[in-house]
């Protein structure tokens, strides 16, 4: 038998307890992943044409079943999303935010696990994230949602190289050091060791010059406020089927505005600009062949059809407020009489 002076064997102990205590108590990037895999969906819709992916992923930010994802493609129809456990809803589009590339969806379901969206959770250079998404669309039912691991190689602002990736979006981004924006992986969530969320995977970046990819993702702080907003419906609102139309010889219509669009010929054909008529109230505003109408006084645009519709409650005395995509650029235009 050893015989320890009191002190010392309390020293002892406490080296041996305290990294097992710290052990214990420090989160693990395997806890973080699960704890993120349970708030990550797979969102399913529009596509197939062009080789273009009929997927992309996204993340409950609500109990309620509110879902931030990346405005695209896939949204121009009414999605389909799967949750971690296998559940599928039809979800529609609350709103979104084109100057973001964000939407929110929603889904008839409660009591959901989901991420608090914080402005404190701040990445910074060299923390350890985790990248949790639907790429390459391998998670179709129960199987959990993919995980990458990797860091933050910079925080800069994209509108830095603006010219050199095609993109609506300026502002701050965090450069991931990981193979991230893969197809199918826009909308899902970046997370800290924490399990909290710090990102939203963007859409995939190319450079156009030298062919590089970038990896990226929105800071949860550039959003955070728009999912807000749009949740509280306090931005783009879809149109109210039930909201009263002005008779036909009152309101504002394609003709009034001076605006011919490509064929419609689908069952939600885009809203996309085919010519502009001389000296009307659309070319005064210089809105162009192509332009991609998104916003009309802040109603959100589904298509042709939609936009004949929203037209129809406005008084043709009133201007007209778009948000147009031009390219890669979203413009605000005015349209009014002279």
Same mark, same amino acid.
């Given at each position: 038998?050893?015989?320890?002076?009191?002190?010392?064997?309390?020293?002892?102990?406490?080296?041996?307890?305290?990294?097992?205590?710290?052990?214990?108590?420090?989160?693990?990037?395997?806890?973080? /992943?699960? %704890?993120?895999?349970?708030?990550?969906?797979?969102?399913?819709?529009?596509?197939?044409?062009?080789?273009?992916?009929?997927?992309?992923? !996204?993340?409950?930010?609500?109990?309620?079943? %509110?879902?931030?994802?990346?405005?695209?493609?896939?949204?121009?129809?009414?999605?389909?999303?799967?949750?971690?456990?296998?559940?599928?809803?039809?979800?529609?589009?609350?709103?979104?935010?084109?100057?973001?590339?964000?939407?929110?969806?929603? @889904?008839?379901?409660?009591? $959901?696990?989901?991420?608090?969206?914080?402005?404190?959770? *701040?990445?910074?250079?060299?923390?350890?994230?985790?990248? +949790?998404?639907?790429?390459?669309?391998?998670?179709?039912?129960?199987?959990?949602?993919?995980?990458?691991? !990797?860091?933050? #190689?910079? +925080?800069?602002?994209?509108?830095?190289?603006?010219?050199?990736?095609?993109? /609506?979006?300026?502002?701050? +981004?965090?450069?991931?050091?990981?193979?991230?924006? *893969?197809?199918?992986? #826009?909308?899902?969530? +970046?997370?800290?060791?924490?399990?909290?969320?710090?990102?939203?995977?963007?859409?995939?970046?190319?450079?156009?010059?030298?062919?590089?990819?970038?990896?990226?993702?929105?800071?949860? /702080?550039?959003?955070?406020?728009?999912?807000?907003?749009?949740?509280?419906?306090?931005?783009?609102?879809?149109?109210?089927?039930?909201?009263?139309?002005?008779?036909?010889?009152?309101? %504002?219509?394609?003709?009034? $505005?001076?605006?011919?669009?490509?064929?419609?010929?689908?069952?939600?054909?885009?809203?996309?600009?085919? %010519?502009?008529?001389?000296?009307?109230?659309?070319?005064?505003?210089?809105?162009?062949?192509?332009?991609?109408? $998104?916003? @009309?006084? !802040?109603?959100?645009?589904?298509?042709?059809?939609?936009?004949?519709?929203?037209?129809?409650?406005?008084?043709?005395?009133?201007?007209?407020?778009?948000?147009?995509?031009?390219?890669?650029?979203?413009?605000?235009?005015?349209?009014? /009489?002279?």
């Amino acid at each position: 038998m050893i015989d320890f002076p009191s002190g010392r064997v309390i020293a002892i102990l406490m080296l041996v307890w305290l990294p097992m205590a710290s052990a214990l108590a420090e989160p693990s990037l395997e806890q973080a /992943a699960a %704890h993120a895999q349970q708030r990550v969906v797979k969102i399913y819709g529009a596509g197939g044409l062009s080789g273009l992916e009929a997927y992309q992923s !996204g993340f409950l930010v609500s109990p309620a079943g %509110h879902i931030a994802t990346a405005w695209s493609y896939v949204l121009d129809v009414e999605p389909t999303v799967i949750l971690d456990d296998g559940r599928r809803f039809d979800a529609e589009i609350v709103g979104f935010e084109p100057s973001l590339e964000l939407a929110v969806l929603k @889904i008839d379901a409660s009591d $959901l696990p989901f991420f608090e969206v914080s402005g404190d959770t *701040n990445a910074q250079w060299g923390d350890p994230v985790i990248a +949790v998404s639907n790429l390459f669309g391998i998670a179709t039912g129960r199987e959990p949602a993919s995980v990458m691991q !990797g860091s933050v #190689a910079a +925080v800069t602002t994209l509108d830095a190289r603006r010219g050199t990736f095609k993109t /609506a979006y300026r502002g701050q +981004v965090l450069i991931l050091d990981l193979v991230a924006n *893969n197809p199918g992986a #826009a909308g899902g969530a +970046v997370v800290n060791a924490n399990g909290e969320l710090v990102g939203m995977l963007g859409k995939e970046l190319r450079d156009a010059s030298t062919g590089v990819w970038l990896n990226y993702a929105l800071p949860a /702080a550039a959003f955070r406020k728009t999912i807000g907003d749009i949740i509280a419906g306090r931005v783009v609102q879809p149109m109210d089927d039930s909201e009263p139309k002005l008779p036909r010889d009152q309101s %504002h219509s394609l003709a009034t $505005l001076g605006l011919v669009m490509v064929p419609d010929v689908l069952e939600s054909t885009p809203a996309y600009v085919d %010519h502009v008529v001389a000296d009307s109230w659309a070319s005064r505003a210089q809105v162009r062949t192509d332009d991609l109408i $998104l916003l @009309i006084n !802040g109603r959100r645009v589904e298509g042709q059809r939609s936009l004949r519709n929203l037209l129809r409650t406005i008084d043709r005395r009133d201007p007209v407020e778009l948000t147009i995509q031009r390219n890669s650029e979203i413009i605000p235009i005015t349209l009014r /009489a002279k």
